[in-house]
Antibody, heavy 120, light 106 residues
């Protein structure tokens, strides 16, 4: 069974760093891209970026380039989304999802989401 | 940057047909995908490549695309179809989700 399991909810202060994870199982982790999607409270879905764990090829939405870092460790089938200095505006639910191509392809399996709260 | 525009809300009575549109300049050349998101849950793929339905998705969900508009149709809407729906596609500048449509079934 294909599963994407994300790390648990986080509460952080502005300026702190954070790395959340997404662990894949039940499929060849290095054969699919993992994308990250932000959903701010009460708002819509936003495509942030995507990584191919097979060779770490990474693409970012212009809106998120330089704001976050996407990485992966294929040895443990895990993708990551990280911030070096959080802002209150980073408060959101973050989802990872699996897809066969970097652009214009279906996300067929999703993680359960990680809620990140940034507050002083 | 690329934008996909959806109506903010659609209301439908149980058993009636709901249509949700998604407008984007690249849709004549790129596929549209549709996701359903129920309150407090992760999105679920309901239509891919304009009109294909994943296994497990009820037949009342269908999709079409013509010119710069893609459409998700729920034929015989059920109370359990009440959710937010997002289209998704791409162009040369990247991938993007639509603005989202809240479907109310009452």
């Amino acid at each position: 069974e294909v599963q994407l399991v994300q790390s648990g909810a986080e509460v952080k202060k502005p300026g702190e760093s954070l790395k959340i994870s997404c662990k894949g199982s039940g499929y060849s982790f290095t054969s699919y891209w993992i994308g990250w999607v932000r959903q701010m409270p009460g708002k819509g879905l936003e495509w942030m970026g995507i990584i191919y764990p097979g060779d770490s090829d990474t693409r970012y939405s212009p809106s998120f380039q330089g704001q976050v870092t996407i990485s992966a460790d294929k040895s443990i089938s895990t993708a990551y989304l990280q911030w070096s200095s959080l802002k209150a505006s980073d408060t959101a639910m973050y989802y990872c999802a699996r897809t066969k191509a970097a652009a214009g392809h279906k996300f067929d399996y999703w993680g359960q989401g990680t809620l990140v709260t940034v507050s002083s | 940057s690329y934008e996909l525009t959806q109506p903010p809300s659609v209301s439908v009575s149980p058993g009636q047909t709901a249509r949700i549109t998604c407008s984007g300049d690249a849709l004549p050349k790129k596929y549209a995908y549709w996701y359903q998101q129920k309150s407090g849950q992760a999105p679920v793929l309901v239509i891919y490549e304009d009109s294909k339905r994943p296994s497990g998705i009820p037949e009342r969900f269908s999709g079409s695309s013509s010119g710069t508009m893609a459409t998700l149709t729920i034929s015989g809407a059920q109370v359990e179809d009440e959710a937010d729906y997002y289209c998704y596609s791409t162009d040369s500048s990247g991938n993007v989700f639509g603005t989202g449509t809240k479907v109310t079934v009452l």
